[in-house]
DNA sequence: GTTCGCGTTCAAACCGGTTTAGTAACCGCC
DNA sequence: GGCGGTTACTAAACCGGTTTGAACGCGAAC
């Protein structure tokens, strides 16, 4: 029975025949170890299969080579909603390059969020964290700041902040599907909100009333619903209720999962889209194109947000000066769920 | 300026006047200490506001508190599955109640995905890991047990395999729906496939199969796809490429986002679900209940798995034993995709 | 009054790395 | 031959916890 146990540097040094500190001086490419030294300790971490313990080199540079996600959000709309995979990936894309971790917590409630920070940053378990779903008012930069935890936000706070935020920026896209719709012809144009409390919610929504504005039409019908297909098809319910005339010819949805659920309420209460109903959807998940009528969408890039944020992170963990990041504006994907309005009734 | 630097073990020690071993005695509740003393550490402690170090703690007992998932999927399809992140939520459920850290790992592909269980077990920084979308004859069983890595498989492998398996068996699920088609009356059953590679892919595969041959109908035509709402559509459009005469008048998909975009190819070739064609899905997603005609899939509950894993997992860290565990049989959730096949042409 | 036993506490070693201060060897040079 | 400077390397301290072995104080037993 040989023995299991992981070699460590002070194994690698003897076999070397050398100190531990050359050991890890070779280990992380400092001058001043001779060459045949150099090949010498390699062989023989190579020999031994030596990785460095993870721990050891944690506890002595007071770093834990990780960073935190904390997400607040009920299980269920997490499994609905492709945003969080995808930014995950682009994350863990970065990370993995670079050895770092991603530690992720999944909480029920806003309250217990905060405690998973407090955690996180207690325990010294991530050098940074992220953070997502801004809600209006957030108190978590406040937190964070208290905290003296580096963090990048995903979308520029309403509160002063003095973290690299990532400049995502959902109004152009809202604004262009708004626009596409009055250029088709259409007048009442209704919105499903996301929830208002969040910034992402409400700043679709806005940027919804504005174009509407600026096209010099009357702000039209807005429902808020969650974000989940249940509300955005009550949500979609409540707009079609009323009798032909005062009805929406267009509905503007904050994400495509309730943009999908009110197509199947349209086609339930025999309206057809898009002869009688236009409909956008935000996201533009892999489904937006593969559900009848195909989805006119917007397209936002949760994965390379993910790579942005995890790199400018990385950076300021590192000790770097970051400021904002610019990305990409989304962009109008149309698609089949929209055209002209119905000719008006006489 | 106050120096923000975090009070460690020693601090406490000095303030409440007693040595680093009595405070960590106290912090992990071991007899010994003596009640005055205890109070007075632990008074000393929150007056600090002192959380002991993650790093320290983990080298000193050598574990990471922490367990790993590697997951080899392209970042689109990551996105659309909504398997992953209600497993996740459920996996982090249980570890955050225990102070453990989910380490999560994305990689394109195969290769990548064993170096990414090589890096994780050579540096220390998972006590135990998580098997999932296990393959055909999966060449990770044996990596784990000569890395010496405690895991848990999500199903039981095809394979010689000594870790606990999570018994999640995707074939009743299958029968149920084949069972509920025949029951209406159909007699051509087709399936759309995930990768056969896959284990999930061949035993969905082959339980389709082995229902048809129960009722004493023939295998009906297969088409294996990707899992994606791309080739869902693809595959669909190969099965109703037929005249009328051949065509299948129900398709089984091995999930719901293929049985989606499935839906909407019916739609295109002008072939009414469930008049014409039935359709059933696989995961039951949220959406399932929110397309038109709402689609009948099979309920599992990624959710409860990924806490019973946690769990399991955490027990075999600790060195008790574990066997495979249980879960409950996956069930048909009958809906509008499926009705009684058209009347035979004459 | 010593001895024994018990509960309480401390000092020191240890986990596996990094980092700093210090030393030995070697070089060229005056 | 002694000096200053460079290079290559070592020994030891340190990071922040846990764990062990010994010491101490005290009451009961002999």
Redesign the interface.
């Known amino acids: 029975m040989t023995r ?1 146990e ?1 070699p460590t540097i002070r194994d690698v040094a003897r076999v070397a025949g050398v100190s531990k500190g050359a050991v890890s001086f070779v280990l992380n490419g400092r001058p001043g170890v001779a060459e045949g030294t150099r090949q010498r300790i390699l062989d023989a971490a190579h020999s031994l299969g030596w ?6 080199r ?2 002595s540079v ?1 770093r ?1 080579f ?1 960073v935190g996600l904390v997400l607040a959000r009920p ?2 709309l ?9 930014f ?3 994350v ?2 970065t990370l ?1 390059e670079r ?1 770092q ?7 029920p409630d806003a309250a217990a969020e905060e405690d ?1 920070y407090r ?1 996180l940053a ?4 991530v050098d940074g964290v992220f953070l997502l779903d801004l809600r209006v008012g957030d108190p978590r930069i406040a937190l964070l700041e208290e905290l ?1 935890m580096p963090a990048v936000t995903i979308a520029r706070p309403d509160v002063p902040s003095d973290f690299p935020a990532l400049l995502v920026d959902d109004r152009p896209g809202i604004t262009a599907a708004v626009r596409h719709l009055v250029e088709l012809g259409h007048r009442r144009i209704a919105h499903v909100a996301g929830p208002s409390r969040f910034l992402h919610g409400s700043v679709r929504r806005r940027a919804w009333e504005q174009a509407l504005t600026d096209a010099g039409l009357p702000a039209g019908p807005v429902v808020e619903a969650d974000f ?3 509300g ?2 009550q949500a979609t319910r409540a707009l079609l209720a009323g009798g032909r005339a005062g009805r929406p010819t267009a509905i503007v949805y904050a994400n495509d ?1 309730m943009a ?2 009110g ?2 309420v349209a ?2 209460h025999g309206i057809a889209v898009p002869a009688q109903l236009s409909v956008t959807g935000f996201d533009n ?3 937006a ?4 009528p ?1 989805l006119t969408s917007v397209r936002t890039d ?2 390379g947000w993910g790579r942005s944020a995890a790199e400018a992170l990385l950076a300021l963990i590192a000790g770097e000066t970051v400021g904002d990041i610019a990305v990409p504006p989304a962009q109008l994907v149309v698609r089949a769920s929209t055209a002209a309005p119905p000719p008006p009734t006489v």
């Not at 990785?51 to 050891?56: A, D, E, L, M, R």
């Not at 207690?122 to 378990?125: S, T, V």
């Open positions: 299991p992981r990785t460095p313990s993870h721990q050891g944690a506890l007071s834990a990780a299980p269920e997490l499994g609905a909603d492709p945003f969080f995979p995808a995950i990936a682009g863990e894309r993995s050895g971790a991603l530690v992720l917590q999944v909480v998973g955690q207690g325990a010294g378990r003296r989940t297909a249940a955005g098809a999962l999908i659920a197509l199947s086609l339930e998940t892999e489904l194109g593969y559900v009848s195909p949760p994965y």
